[in-house]
């Protein structure tokens, strides 16, 4: 199956795109897009349907209206993902929806499922998860070996744009009681340098490390002994929550509704619910690696049942019975190619673990005699990482 997915940012395109992929799908990156290119890329790649996530650069008021059309005019199947929701159903995921107009919606969550339902846009709960290949064990990096870390962006604007929200609890409980005490945490992340005053006390420059890449995470979370999960909701899980059990690292969370519906405490992490208690599980566990080593062990378990292979399988099969698409195509099985659409789409490709000539030839549009011309082939003989050319014009 071949699946469009609009997207220009780097999380976005390493973890559910990657989970389509992993189902067998061939899945091409739009990039930034205009009018042009994406009509470009719906005649050249022909996909079976188009999704985009979130709130990102490619969901400007013009940009919705270039897919809309686009989708519309070639009858391409859109769906959306709600990721924003709830705190932006009504002014940013309703607005979207309504000028996009997909054919299925996915939201985080439940609670808003049937708000999609009453606009007549068939709705479904899909809730976040990790990628595998991005968000995995590795082995301890020096640079990230502390006691305690945190990876998230501080937001400080957002505290005070809503003095109510959740986010404000999981800071007192987690970070607050640490920071009065005096005992370090290791930030990764934006703005953590402008909390300040939100906090009452200056937190030590050498403890602030700024911007970590997405795909550069999983070292803090196999590398640091305790890492800090803030929530956003009550009944809700944040994104970071899958990727630092999927990384077997060792997590000290709020105690949620969210967090006990899907993980055990004691056994897959750890949680808190006061500030009196983070001090007392931060103790206890720095004192005791054999059980934190076990939990990690256990939580990395737990944690597989929400791989982004999953996520993209079930809307893969809500769209079938929704019968948006017919079935499932014969070529799904082992992995399918990840292609980002740019300067050099149908120019060159990067070849693939299980790729074949023939292939690359469907997914392109191609022959596999042009191939074999282009490239200097005398057999359909291809190996990983080789470089291809997909035109003659190509110095």
């Keep these: ?51 985009t996530v979130g709130w990102g650069a490619e969901h400007t008021i013009e940009k919705q209206e270039i897919i809309r059309k686009s989708m519309e005019t070639r009858k391409i199947p859109l769906v959306y993902w709600a990721v924003e929701d709830p705190a932006y159903t009504n002014n940013w995921s309703i607005p979207l929806v309504s000028k996009i107009k997909p054919d299925l919606v996915f939201t985080i969550c439940p609670n808003t499922v049937h708000t999609y339902r009453r606009l007549g846009f068939p709705a479904y709960h899909l809730d976040f998860g990790y990628e595998e290949t991005v968000h995995q064990p590795t082995t301890s990096c020096s640079e990230y070996e502390v006691d305690i870390a945190i990876v998230a962006n501080a937001y400080p604007d957002k505290l005070s744009e809503y003095p109510n929200h ?10 607050r009681p640490l920071l009065n005490e005096h005992i370090r945490i290791d930030f990764w992340g934006d703005e953590w340098n402008r909390m300040n005053d939100y906090f009452g006390l200056e937190i030590p420059k050498e403890w602030i490390h700024g911007f970590i890449n997405y795909k550069d995470a999983n070292k803090v979370y196999s590398s640091s002994k305790i890492i800090l999960g803030l929530q956003n909701y ?21 105690d949620t509704p969210g967090v006990r519906e899907n993980f055990k405490p004691g056994k897959d992490l750890v949680i808190s619910s006061s500030p009196q208690e ?65 300067e050099n789409h149908n120019k060159t490709y990067q070849v693939q673990k299980g790729d074949t000539l023939y292939k690359i030839s469907k997914t392109f549009n191609v022959s596999i005699e042009d191939l074999k011309a282009f490239n200097g082939l005398t057999s359909d003989l291809i190996f990983v990482d080789q470089i291809l050319k997909l035109s003659k014009d190509i110095n």
Aim: positive net charge; proline residues 3%.
């Design 1 to 51: 199956m071949r699946i469009l997915y609009l997207d220009s940012s780097e999380i976005w395109s390493n973890n559910l795109a990657r989970g389509f992929q992993a189902n067998g799908h061939d899945v091409l990156i739009s990039g930034p897009i205009n009018e042009e290119n994406l009509l470009n890329m719906i005649e050249s790649f022909n996909p079976d349907f188009a999704i």
């Design 166 to 175: 959740y986010r404000h609890r999981s800071l007192d409980i987690l970070i």
């Design 234 to 254: 009550p009944d809700l899980l944040t994104q970071r929550t899958y990727e630092i059990l999927g990384s077997k690292g060792f997590l000290l969370t709020l």
């Design 278 to 342: 983070t001090i007392q599980r931060i103790k206890y566990y720095l004192n005791h690696p054999d059980e934190r080593l076990e939990i990690q062990r256990q939580g990395s378990k737990a944690v597989q049942a929400h791989t982004y292979k999953s996520r993209a399988n079930q809307i893969i099969e809500r769209l079938i019975k929704n019968g948006i698409i017919k079935s499932r195509l014969s070529n799904t099985v082992g992995l399918g190619n990840l292609i980002h659409y740019g």
